[in-house]
């Protein structure tokens, strides 16, 4: 390999490496975010499961450890340090294989998921409003994706609140704007005269799964570039890592 085509892998290896600290520096972000954040949807499953819990520990883990890769890649490939490069070829390589194992985990639970999702939310709406940790995202959900309960506004039925008051009650963040009506507060739960309460008629859970259709493309396109720009780093490491190992042979002097 000429000395040409070897600064051109030397700089797109670095190019690469850099653009993986900057991915490491969001994962380790978004971990950060879902371990501490109490005013989003996560914050509704993070109480009432460990599972949120444990997959924040994973994303700053893995985070950290993009980072690292990403440090150790730059000055691997600036001064063409050898056991660099394959220190950060190794991570690389775990890493694929980890974003694939975790893929098909994904995949094959995926109804586990949901049933767990599902009796996550149906206690969030039980106990509500008795945990502010959970009552605040739970209402933004269902304001923001104009939706109500999980699977439908049936499901406030099995508050207690809400099946032992002699009114007609619901939750306030379910109102549906478009239907008449005065009391439109944000949060909490709200009565009504009408036997049939103005909500979203829609549950959380067909929203979110729409949602998730919608842009399925736009997430599996995002997943594809990525292992693209692995694939590549690998590559262009393994390159240049086989080539500065020709160059040390080439200087060692001949008797």
């Known amino acids: 390999m000429g000395k040409g085509c070897v600064a051109v892998t030397k700089y797109f290896l670095f190019l690469f490496n850099l653009l993986f600290f900057v991915f490491g520096a969001l994962i380790l ?39 690292a890769m990403g440090f150790f890649g730059c000055i691997g490939s600036i001064y063409e340090v050898r056991c660099l490069l394959g220190l950060y070829f190794t991570c690389l390589l775990l890493i694929l294989v980890a974003q694939i194992t975790a893929g098909v985990l994904i995949y094959f639970q995926r109804d586990r998921l949901a049933y767990e999702m599902d009796s996550i939310i149906k206690t969030v709406i039980i106990t509500y409003p008795n945990n502010r940790t959970t009552e605040h995202p ?64 829609t549950g959380c859970k067909t929203t979110i799964e729409t949602w998730l259709k919608d842009n399925l493309g736009v997430i599996l396109g995002i997943c594809a570039a990525v292992a693209v720009v692995e694939l590549l780093g690998m590559i262009l490491s393994m390159c240049l890592c086989k080539n500065v190992g020709r160059e040390d042979y080439s200087k060692v002097p001949k008797y």
């Open 29 to 67: 972000g978004f971990g950060l975010w879902v371990l501490l954040d109490n005013k989003s949807f996560i914050a509704v499953l993070q109480e009432s499961s460990d599972t949120v819990k444990v997959a924040s520990y994973i994303l700053i883990g893995v985070g950290s450890l993009t980072m």
């Open 138 to 201: 739970l209402d933004y959900i269902q304001r923001t994706m104009k939706c109500c309960g999980f699977t439908g506004p049936g499901n406030w039925s099995e508050n207690p609140v809400v099946k032992n008051s002699t009114q007609v009650q619901y939750s306030c963040s379910c109102r549906n704007d478009s239907l008449p009506g005065v009391d439109k507060a944000l949060a909490g739960l709200c009565s009504t005269l009408s036997p049939d309460p103005p909500v979203y008629e």
